[in-house]
């Protein structure tokens, strides 16, 4: 007797010399033949086995819908660029325009740019991103020179981490970055926090041979708090001089805040202004920066570290545990003029709170590590900053009247 093959596409049981078999249509147009168990097989396993078979084609089918419901992704680019290429558009900006839901512009960039050229771009920077390997990594890791830190260390393997956690998403220039969790080294000790006390502050500020943009500058960060990359980035939209008050809308943290200037600071903020106008007015419009040097240039703070001992050094601050290198301490750098705002604010009685807005600081514990020195400030009685106005020469001398 013939058998019924009307029913061969439509996802019906078919029993042949090897066992029972279904046949079904699949969302991509494929006719599998699927056993479902051998030719002894009970009537009711086989309803069982059918009905499992259909729920999983089903399901399938359900997938296959919703897949092409949803818009496509992002097409892989055609090429894929080398290490450098990819890194530069980063530290540029770049992929922070193009990918704006996932890569947020860094005002480090400058220092990455410089760590990558150091000791990342000689090893990777003409290796294409997918013929990157751990191994490659494992290189520039080896050519860091034995005297660097553990700081500078991790910072560097963190950059090499970054960047190729981009190129697999969201950039999809690879599948995966080839760069395990876990890779970064430890963080080494902890060393001693440089810091400024009160009187050689006052000494550096009162040194005229050092060019008076600068000692703007360190004079602010002293007493306000900023980041040195924030101050520099400061324009004169950002200060309201009549009111006293500054805002930093664009930050490390990307956390606006505004506080209430220290009222020396606002009056020497002012003289500066009017010098720098009768200069050259349009130096002082709303988007030029607040601190310029002689050629009304922005100042740069990238690698300022050496450029403030020695002007330290030239206003004859010349204690030694602030050039001092060694397992517990490091020589002071620009960006310790923060941790001086803070030790000096802290032992003259300022709250966490005060403190925190001006540094932005997100908790009270990231201020610990200034709290045992504040107090042996505050033991040694040595008071607050002296004001800004009346410790500049040049500002003290200026009466508001072009004179």
């Known amino acids: 007797m013939k058998r019924d093959r009307s029913h061969r596409g439509e996802g019906k049981p078919e029993k042949r010399k090897t066992g029972w078999f279904i046949r079904v249509r699949m969302p991509d147009g494929a006719r599998p033949l699927v056993k479902l168990g051998p030719?002894?097989?009970?009537?009711?396993?086989?309803?069982?086995?059918?009905?499992?078979?259909?729920?999983?084609?089903?399901?399938?089918?359900?997938?296959?819908?919703?897949?092409?419901?949803?818009?496509?992704?992002?097409?892989?680019?055609?090429?894929?660029?080398?290490?450098?290429?990819?890194?530069?558009?980063?530290t540029k900006?770049?992929?922070?325009?193009?990918?704006?839901?996932?890569?947020?512009?860094?005002s480090s960039a400058p220092d990455d740019a410089w760590r990558l050229g150091k000791h990342i771009y000689p090893v990777l920077g003409p290796m294409r991103l997918d013929e990157i390997a751990l191994e490659d990594a494992d290189r520039v890791m080896e050519k860091i020179p034995e005297a660097a830190s553990p700081t500078t260390r991790r910072h560097v393997a963190q950059l090499m981490v970054r960047v190729m956690t981009m190129a697999a998403f969201p950039c999809r220039y690879i599948k995966v970055s080839p760069i395990p969790k876990g890779y970064?080294?430890?963080?080494?000790?902890?060393?001693?926090?440089?810091?400024?006390?009160?009187?050689?502050?006052?000494?550096?500020?009162?040194?005229?041979?050092?060019?008076?943009?600068?000692?703007?500058?360190?004079?602010?960060?002293?007493?306000?708090?900023?980041?040195?990359?924030?101050?520099?980035?400061?324009?004169?939209?950002d200060l309201d001089l009549a009111r006293g008050a500054v805002k930093l809308d664009e930050n490390k943290t990307d956390d606006p805040r505004m506080w209430a200037l220290s009222p020396d600071v606002q009056r020497a903020l002012k003289a500066w202004r009017a010098i720098r106008e009768r200069v050259e007015p349009r130096l002082v419009a709303p988007r030029e920066p607040v601190f310029i040097q002689h050629n009304g240039a922005r100042i740069n703070v990238d690698r300022g570290a050496e450029r403030y001992r020695t002007h330290l050094r030239q206003a004859g601050v010349e204690r030694l545990e602030l050039f001092e290198s060694g397992a517990?301490?490091?020589?002071?750098?620009?960006?310790?003029?923060?941790?001086?705002?803070?030790?000096v604010s802290l032992a003259n009685g300022k709250t966490d709170t005060w403190v925190k807005d001006r540094t932005g600081h997100r908790s009270s514990v990231m201020l610990e590590n200034y709290r045992r020195t504040a107090r042996a400030l505050a033991e040694l009685d040595l008071g607050p900053f002296a004001d800004m106005d009346a410790s500049i020469p040049e500002l003290k001398a200026w009466d508001g009247k072009g004179h």
């Open 39 to 90: 030719p002894t097989m009970s009537a009711a396993m086989l309803a069982e086995r059918v009905a499992a078979w259909r729920e999983r084609r089903d399901e399938m089918i359900r997938i296959h819908l919703a897949q092409r419901a949803q818009p496509d992704a992002p097409a892989k680019p055609s090429t894929v660029p080398t290490f450098r290429e990819f890194a530069e558009r980063w």
């Open 93 to 106: 900006g770049e992929l922070a325009n193009q990918y704006r839901d996932h890569i947020k512009k860094k």
């Open 184 to 237: 970064l080294p430890g963080q080494g000790p902890k060393k001693a926090l440089a810091h400024l006390y009160p009187d050689e502050d006052l000494r550096l500020l009162q040194c005229s041979t050092i060019p008076i943009c600068y000692r703007m500058l360190y004079g602010f960060l002293h007493r306000e708090g900023m980041r040195s990359g924030e101050a520099a980035a400061l324009n004169w939209a």
């Open 328 to 343: 517990a301490r490091r020589p002071i750098r620009l960006h310790d003029a923060r941790a001086t705002f803070v030790t």
